[in-house]
């Protein structure tokens, strides 16, 4: 049809005056000045225009019944190996109900795209790719902003991606052996960016897909995931990610990096760890028009029903896997702390923002305390002045406060040594629907309500500066400089994530205090060098306790995870440093050492959990005989990436 069209539009249909269906076709005399055409010229482009519409909607009706007679493909797989075989491979084409009788309901985000969206979404990377935008946009804002990752950072990224996709034992044993260079490419900061552009970059999935269309399907469900046993699965809704906000079922991004430092650093086995998201929909309303966007587009369910969707969810892991330890990972502040409370007493479960970030957070108090040259009973004499009243906030002053009481002060003493600010300022018992998380934390100075930092930090003249608000640039050159007039080594801990939603930089911090910091981020930052010193930069990170916390937590069989464990894991993190270390103002231990990090921290934690009467199983065994055993157990349990031999069974 398409060769008769071209015949047609060339010399007509059997006419040699060049007709096109009795059109004229348009030409130029010889004596007609050039670029004047007759004045059939347009009707003949109308008409060819009206032809090749006419040939292009019978094409497309002959490929809508094309498809439908398509004669089926017969397979032998499922699961895995379809999404795994280039051949059979659709990605998120495939329909609800190739889903479900091919086994692979939950290994692909919920949201079906079509061939042609996945056909722009190829071309849009081919004609641009995603490294490339990220150059242009440096040299546009050279010197302007501080980027939370580069080009460089998404080049490396990928590299490792497609490693880990070809060849995990490898990626392993690269990210093990090179843990402090890679360790910010898979995981912070770099995962927020691979979190927030997961749907546009999305390639081959990892991990399992929950959402709440799956009701009444996830106990089946969970079987679709090829490995018989798992030990610990990390779970999000992707309602608050990192500093991110609300990035729905692309969260994704931030449990396979998490589960990506479990191995590396702690030792799970790579092919027994879950990464999932719970895609209740999403309440960034960017998405809801994104023909790329891979979740649910609509408001996120909330009440009742969200309850439910979670507690099918938990159910389901744990009757397939009910030996796991289960991580929650960045879900917002109004369901993080009631989900806490509603498992945390009769599973293996932890949230990592507010239980992980609070014994990181102790951690680093402790070891700031410690390059004082005091012990970590001192901290009872602490001023904190804390900024954040999220899940990570209040966790991270709970497990402060809890520290202060073990070592004598009564609850309400405690409390006295915090002042908590959020969006309005400091919080006080005046303020109108003050929520029950943050209340024992109110301070009783009615006058004071909402009053700003740099008055806080005037009246207070604090020991320790805390940030979890995730608002960039937040502690002001003013307000660092107020700190350091009243403190001689004042503890400033911009925690937040990632790098742009840190509350100030290292350099400021050290410039503004004449070097006399005490300096701590959630992101990393470089060692600053002022008059000729060597002003260290720790990095809060959680990697210090949660991959060693969980495995402790596993290998001993603890049923929950306490607060006696994480208090064991905060205190033990300090005991790790050496003499140099704390010489050059560090508060946590190189993370070079990131495997005998971890092991002792799951030492630390059983340990706690034997004194506390839930240590069970071989462990229990083996440290009432000896703790040299305990030791090789956990050991012998830690993964470490080699070639095995292969051999067939036919």
């Not at 995931?225 to 990192?242: F, I, K, N, Q």
């Not at 999220?390 to 809890?402: E, N, P």
């Not at 930069?537 to 990697?543: P, T």
Request: charged residues 25%; glycine residues 8%; neutral net charge.
């Amino acid at each position: 049809r398409r060769m008769l069209l071209a015949a047609r539009i060339e010399r007509g249909p059997g006419d040699s005056h060049g007709r096109v269906w009795g059109a004229p076709v348009a030409f130029r005399g010889a004596g007609a000045p050039r670029g004047v055409v007759s004045e059939s010229a347009d009707q003949d482009q109308a008409t060819v225009a009206r032809i090749a519409a006419q040939v292009e909607a019978e094409d497309r009706l002959d490929d809508e019944l094309d498809a439908g007679l398509r004669a089926p493909i017969v397979l032998r797989s499922r699961g895995m190996e379809v999404l795994h075989n280039p051949w059979l491979n659709k990605g998120t084409a495939f329909s609800a109900a190739e889903r479900e009788r091919l086994g692979l309901r939950g290994l692909l985000p919920t949201r079906q795209i079509s061939f042609e969206l996945q056909k722009d979404r190829i071309m849009r990377d081919y004609h641009e790719g995603e490294v490339a935008r990220i150059r242009k946009q440096e040299i546009l804002e050279k010197g302007k902003r501080r980027s939370d990752v580069t080009a460089e950072n998404i080049r490396k990224w990928k590299v490792l991606q497609e490693l880990q996709d070809r060849n995990e034992t490898l990626f392993y044993k690269v990210l093990m052996e090179n843990f402090v260079d890679m360790a910010p490419i898979v995981y912070t900061p770099t995962v927020g960016w691979a979190c927030r552009t997961y749907s546009k970059n999305f390639r081959r999935p990892r991990g399992m897909f929950f959402s709440a269309e799956d009701r009444g399907h996830m106990s089946s469900m969970i079987y679709n995931w090829p490995a018989e046993e798992v030990d610990a699965v990390v779970v999000t809704d992707g309602s608050r990610v990192l500093g991110l906000g609300d990035l729905g079922m692309q969260g994704l991004g931030i449990c396979i990096g998490k589960l990506d430092i479990y191995v590396a650093a702690a030792g799970f086995h790579p092919m027994r760890v879950l990464p999932c998201v719970i895609d209740v929909g999403t309440n960034n309303k960017a998405f809801w028009d994104d023909p790329f966007y891979m979740g649910i587009p609509r408001p996120r369910l909330e009440g009742k029903g969200y309850h439910e969707v979670i507690d099918e969810f938990l159910h389901a892991v744990l009757a397939r896997y009910p030996h796991a330890v289960v991580q929650f990972e960045d879900f917002q502040t109004s369901h993080a702390h009631s989900l806490l409370e509603r498992y945390r007493h009769k599973h293996l479960v932890f949230n990592d923002d507010i239980q992980g970030t609070a014994a990181t957070a102790l951690a680093g108090l402790v070891g700031g305390l410690k390059v004082k040259g005091l012990p970590p009973s001192a901290l009872v004499h602490e001023k904190i002045v804390l900024t954040g009243a999220g899940s990570a906030g209040i966790g991270v002053a709970t497990q402060i406060l809890k520290a202060m009481e073990k070592h004598g002060l009564k609850q309400e003493e405690a409390a006295r040594n915090f002042w908590i600010l959020d969006k309005d300022g400091l919080i006080t018992r005046a303020r109108p629907n003050l929520p029950s998380h943050v209340h024992l934390f109110a301070r009783p100075e009615a006058e004071t309500e909402g009053m700003s930092l740099l008055n806080v930090v005037k009246r207070v003249r604090p020991t320790s500066l805390m940030g979890l608000s995730t608002v960039g640039g937040l502690f002001t050159d003013e307000v660092l400089t107020e700190v350091g007039k009243h403190c001689e080594q004042p503890m400033i801990f911009p925690m937040s994530n990632p790098t742009s939603s840190s509350e100030c930089t290292a350099e400021s911090a050290q410039r503004c205090t004449q070097g006399r910091a005490i300096f701590a981020s959630g992101s990393p930052f470089q060692n600053v060098e002022l008059d000729g010193k060597i002003c260290a930069s720790s990095q809060a990170n959680n990697m210090y306790i949660f991959p060693g916390l969980a495995l402790g937590a596993f290998l001993g069989k603890t049923g929950v995870v306490s607060d006696g464990m994480l208090m064991a894991a905060s205190e033990a993190l300090s005991k790790l440093l050496t003499e140099e270390e704390l010489a050059k103002g560090s508060v946590y231990p190189d993370l070079k050492n990131i495997r005998r990090i971890s092991l002792f921290m799951a030492l630390s934690v059983m340990r706690a959990a034997h004194e506390e009467g839930r240590l069970s199983g071989k462990a229990l065994k083996l440290i009432e005989r000896s703790e040299g055993e305990l030791v090789a157990f956990i050991k012998e349990n830690m993964y470490s990436p080699h070639y095995n031999p292969l051999v067939f069974r036919p």
